[in-house]
């Protein structure tokens, strides 16, 4: 009944190692196949419509198909090159095999598309559209470029994407997400009154349910927590319902605490934390975590 390492590889690590196509409990491969299903019917009965296509490729995205979820926002950027939408999502896949100069390009068109508009609310990936959610797609654009120029090692075009997307960040949710990963960027260039700066949001009492991680990293940033206390499991998060996926986690904050070190002058533990992420996520949807791919770029670089 357990997830098993066999099936087609959909991407060759930045580390050299194949990873194959993610393998779910019967259970969940179950219900993601239905709604894959569902999905695929819909955009079969109207191939035109775009929303069909940026559902059609969400949900085949996260039902591990990652290589085909490419194909069908290509296929829809083919039918709607004016969606900015279908050139996020196709970019965040890109980034997931590992794709980066791609994904920026993607983002970069998205951005360029959506230049002035008012912020549009975005269901959450795999949901009808018009649901509510908790990003603006504004906010996934820049978010996802300045991951795309992070994890290419250009931290300065990180930091500018970082910069442009903290005016859609208008919430504690949000909020530490960007700062989290504009922090990373910023110490990475050296910028550490800038990076010292950015933190002033981060406060002890903040709402966040989805962003724990990422909450207490920036926690540690700002000396609030220990590399020790953050790296420790956290029973809160299982309270939320984030323990369903414990090794995604696990690579979230690993790296950024590998990375804290990394800034900080500790390149060996750096190292061997990043180390230990790669050879301790099981093989699954963790191994295409954002935490995952950048530790496999840092090692890549050494």
């Known amino acids: 009944m357990g997830a098993s390492t066999q099936g087609n590889i959909e991407v060759t690590s930045l580390l050299g190692q194949p990873l194959a196509r993610p393998a ?39 039902a591990g198909r990652l290589q085909e979820a490419i194909a069908v926002f290509t296929d829809g950027i083919a039918r709607h090159p004016e969606d900015a939408r279908l050139y996020r999502y ?41 649901t509510a959610g908790t990003y603006a797609l504004q906010f996934s654009i820049w978010y996802h470029l300045g991951l795309a120029n992070y994890l290419s090692g250009d931290f300065a075009a990180a930091r500018a994407a970082y910069h442009a997307c903290t005016a859609f960040a208008p919430t504690d949710e949000t909020m530490v997400a960007i700062t989290h990963w ?13 990076a010292a700066r950015i933190l002033a949001p981060i406060h002890p009492n903040m709402q966040i349910v989805e962003n724990t991680p990422y909450y207490r990293l920036t926690l540690l940033y700002t ?25 995604l ?54």
Not at 251 to 274: F, K, P, Q
Request: charged residues 25%.
């Open 223 to 247: 000396g609030a927590l220990t590399p020790e206390e953050v790296l420790a499991p956290n029973a809160a998060d299982k309270d939320k319902g984030m323990g369903n996926n414990q090794a």
């Open 90 to 130: 196709r970019g965040h896949r890109l980034i997931s095999t590992r794709q980066f100069d791609r994904a920026i390009a993607d983002l970069t068109e998205a951005a360029r598309l959506v230049e002035g508009r008012t912020p549009e609310p975005e269901p959450p990936v795999g949901a009808p559209p018009g």
């Open 249 to 302: 986690m696990d690579a979230t904050v690993g790296y950024g605490v590998s990375n804290w070190h990394r800034y900080n002058g500790h390149r060996d533990e750096a190292d061997a934390l990043c180390r230990q992420i790669i050879e301790r996520t099981p093989p699954g949807m963790a191994q295409f975590a954002f935490g995952y791919i950048a530790a496999e770029a840092d090692l890549a670089r050494e």
């Open 24 to 62: 779910f409990p019967d259970d969940v491969r179950e219900r993601l196949a239905a709604q894959l299903a569902e999905a695929r019917a819909a955009y079969e009965a109207a191939p035109e419509s775009a929303d069909g296509a940026l559902l059609l490729g969400q949900r085949t995205g996260a």
């Open 182 to 194: 504009h922090y990373m960027a910023l110490r990475r260039l050296g910028a550490t009154e800038d």
